[in-house]
């Protein structure tokens, strides 16, 4: 709520300009001298006003600039802040209701598998790891015929009467080389 | 939970198990290595020579069929079968030959998980692995010396110093393709 009194503190700037306008007409100023003062003297309280109100509000914006941030700097170093969020916010409600998908959309979630994969040596592991076609079928082929040929070489080794046994370790593997 | 840091630590002191390793069974672990007996060799060979005859069946085949679709031309016979198993040999042993000296493996030594090595452990030269291949074609009944022989060895292998050994896993840890 306006009084009337405070008028022309509220609406200098409007006012400032009709009386403005109007000073170079001498038919107005001429016609309604008292109005026309009255105008003038508030077009110059408000002028005032507004110059002491912006050097103020500057002097004080700059003087807090310079000080908000060394109050800031001697409280925050006074306080433990990651302590404080930690008791007093809950951070699970605040990653729960984050949007992961548009972080996700902003992380180069490519590269860093391509570096992942570079890292660990994925395909080594694949190649290392299926070794081509060893699945278990492949496998349990094999350990058939080796059973065949452990009992196959038994039955001669005692056909020719050996007791030894037979020296089967090849002294310088392919295996025995490449996995010490 | 292993960070990159940590894991390329343990690489660096070796503590990363060769992860081969894993697919291969307990029992056939401490066969790694070990020379091979008749029965996995034998069917080693029959892979092989499977393939071979697949192949020159499909060439027959194929061949017969462009015969068939230029028949009014006459540019050729169709050749013998005669000459479809000359091709074969041929074929047979250019493929053990290149497989032996690149990778110690044909199909049917991959499938049986068996490897040719020399008598280093390392990869037959190209000589010694066309004349193993010759030998093995032209006497194909040296395998049998493998039943009775102290080493397991067939003729072949007595004679030229080779081995076939198991070896389950291809891995980069493989003398022959560190070389």
């Known amino acids: 709520m306006t009084t009337p009194g405070e008028q022309p503190d509220e609406g200098t700037g409007q006012e400032v300009v009709l009386v403005v306008n109007q000073v170079p007409s001498p038919g107005v100023g001429a016609t309604n001298p008292i109005s026309g003062l009255v105008g003038l003297a508030a077009g110059l309280v408000g002028a005032v006003a507004s110059v002491i109100d912006h050097t103020v509000i500057a002097g004080v914006n700059a003087a807090l600039d310079r000080v908000v941030p060394i109050a800031v700097n001697v409280v925050v170093d006074r306080i433990d802040l990651t302590q404080i969020v930690l008791d007093r916010v809950d951070i699970d409600a605040i990653v729960a209701r984050a949007n992961m998908d548009e972080i996700i959309d902003r992380v180069p979630m490519v590269d860093i598998a391509n570096y992942i994969i570079d890292e660990i040596d994925l395909p080594k592991i694949i190649r290392e790891s299926t070794g081509g076609i060893a699945t278990d079928a492949v496998n349990a082929a094999r350990l058939q015929s080796l059973s065949l040929d452990e009992f196959i070489n038994k039955i001669a080794d005692s056909i020719i009467f050996r007791r030894k046994g037979r020296k089967v370790e090849s002294p310088a593997s392919a295996y025995s080389e490449g996995d010490v | ?179």
């Open chain 2, 1 to 179: 939970m292993t960070s990159f840091e940590k894991f390329r630590q343990q690489l660096a002191a070796g503590e990363v198990r060769d992860l081969a390793q894993v697919t291969i069974p307990e029992k056939a672990k401490s066969k790694q290595g070990h020379r091979s007996g008749i029965v996995t060799r034998a069917l080693a060979v029959a892979i092989d020579i499977s393939v071979t005859i697949v192949v020159m069946l499909t060439n027959y085949g194929l061949l017969w069929l462009f015969l068939l679709l230029i028949a009014p031309i006459h540019l050729f016979e169709m050749p013998e079968a005669s000459w479809f198993f000359f091709a074969g040999f041929v074929l047979l042993w250019a493929y053990w030959t290149a497989a032996w000296a690149l990778s110690g493996r044909t199909l049917g030594n991959h499938l049986m998980g068996l490897q040719v090595v020399d008598y280093k452990g390392k990869r037959l030269s190209w000589p010694l692995s066309a004349l193993r291949s010759i030998f093995s074609m032209v006497f194909p009944v040296g395998l049998l010396w493998v039943v009775f022989s102290p080493t397991n060895r067939s003729i072949q292998d007595t004679i030229l110093r080779t081995s076939v050994v198991h070896n389950w896993s291809v891995t980069l840890n493989d003398p022959f393709v560190r070389e």
